[in-house]
């Protein structure tokens, strides 16, 4: 699989359903929504209210990464707004029986469950996890905001993780976030990964078709 998703944080709200259908007309399927609190992270976006708002008429797969210190009391909230994957952060947590009673939460829901690294946070510090997610989000901006340069060091983060991914025969979707375009892309996609958010990129692009195109290949 390699998909796109895109993320609202760059559009103008003011026009987002129109942004939302020339997404879909373009052949985004999934639509990433950047959850911020002000704490975990030093910018705040929105939270499930806009989710559910949005959600009336769309088919698109909601991807939702909670940039939030405290997860574990929004799962339900999220899923009541239609969240189909609803990914947290590791960092965000103080141990691992917090991040397994999380996971475990998620998919009572039925639920996809992702977990985020951030730049700085190695690889190996999330294995015990993996054969529990469905998704792991390898963030290659520092989280806060748009706009941001892809960090080079993340291919080889996204090397590991999908050499783990082999070795064992685990099928979780490895997702990448921050700085994707044109330039990158292919090369993400080459190390491993399978959904690319993009934010900016797609926003600016005057032909969403293309864009995507020149983000993913043929
Ligand atoms: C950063 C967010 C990203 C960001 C992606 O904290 O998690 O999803 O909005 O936007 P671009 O593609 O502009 O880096
Ligand atoms: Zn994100």
Redesign the pocket.
């Known amino acids: 699989m390699k998909e796109i998703a895109y ?1 609202i ?2 559009s103008d709200f003011s026009k987002l359903e129109d942004d939302l259908n020339i997404m879909l007309n373009s052949g985004v399927k999934y639509l ?1 929504y ?1 959850v911020m609190d002000g704490h975990f ?1 030093n910018n705040i976006s929105f939270g499930p209210h806009v989710l559910s708002t949005i959600n009336k008429e769309h088919k698109l797969i909601n991807d939702v ?1 909670l ?1 939030i210190t405290n997860p574990r009391d929004y799962v339900e909230k999220f899923v009541l707004a239609n969240a189909d994957i609803i990914t947290f952060h590791y960092e965000a947590l103080k141990n691992d029986d917090d991040i397994d009673e999380i996971i475990n939460l998620i998919h009572t829901y039925n639920c996809k469950c992702g977990l985020s690294i951030k730049p700085k946070t190695s690889v190996d510090k999330i294995f015990k996890f993996l054969n529990k997610l469905d998704l792991v989000l390898i ?1 290659s ?1 520092e ?6 340069s892809f960090i080079e060091e993340t291919y080889k983060k996204i090397e590991v993780l999908d050499g783990f991914k082999k070795k064992y025969g685990l099928n979780f979707i490895i997702e990448v ?4 375009n044109n330039t990158n892309g292919k090369k993400i996609l080459k190390s491993g990964a399978n959904l690319l ?5 797609l926003a600016k692009a005057d032909h969403k078709k293309e864009a995507i195109l020149s983000i993913l290949g043929d």
């Open positions: 993320s944080l760059s990433h950047d992270v990464h940039m963030m901006v989280p806060g905001f748009g706009g941001q976030d921050g700085g994707v958010v993009c934010g900016s990129y």
